[in-house]
């Protein structure tokens, strides 16, 4: 039963995160990406402790998969917010 609850947890969280993203405006993702970015590392945090601790196969596995997509959401964020950082710097 809690395996249950705690995936219709995880996908709720998924579609309300879906929905407000897709609700913000453009001119506020720069900063908004930064914030994601230390949400995401703390995320990476906590997502390395469950995969390196002594919890049930399952817990590791998941663990380990937080830390790959929490790992690609930071990349894959301050990829993109230097390069929205370069689009308003002065050329010349």
């Known amino acids: ?5 705690s995936l ?8 309300v995160g879906f929905e407000i993203i897709t609700k913000i ?7 908004l990406m930064s914030g994601s970015n230390a949400i995401s590392g703390i995320t990476l945090v906590g997502a390395l402790l469950a995969a390196g ?3 049930p196969l399952l817990a590791r596995c ?15 964020g301050f990829l ?3 390069r929205m ?3 308003f710097r002065r050329k010349g």
């Open 53 to 55: 601790s002594d919890l």
């Open 80 to 82: 993109v917010t230097n």
């Open 85 to 87: 950082l370069e689009m």
């Open 62 to 76: 998941l663990g380990f998969l937080a830390v790959v997509l929490a790992t690609v959401n930071v990349v894959g």
């Open 8 to 15: 219709t947890i995880f996908v709720l969280a998924i579609f």
């Open 1 to 5: 039963m809690e395996l249950i609850s």
């Open 25 to 31: 405006p453009p001119t506020l993702h720069t900063p």
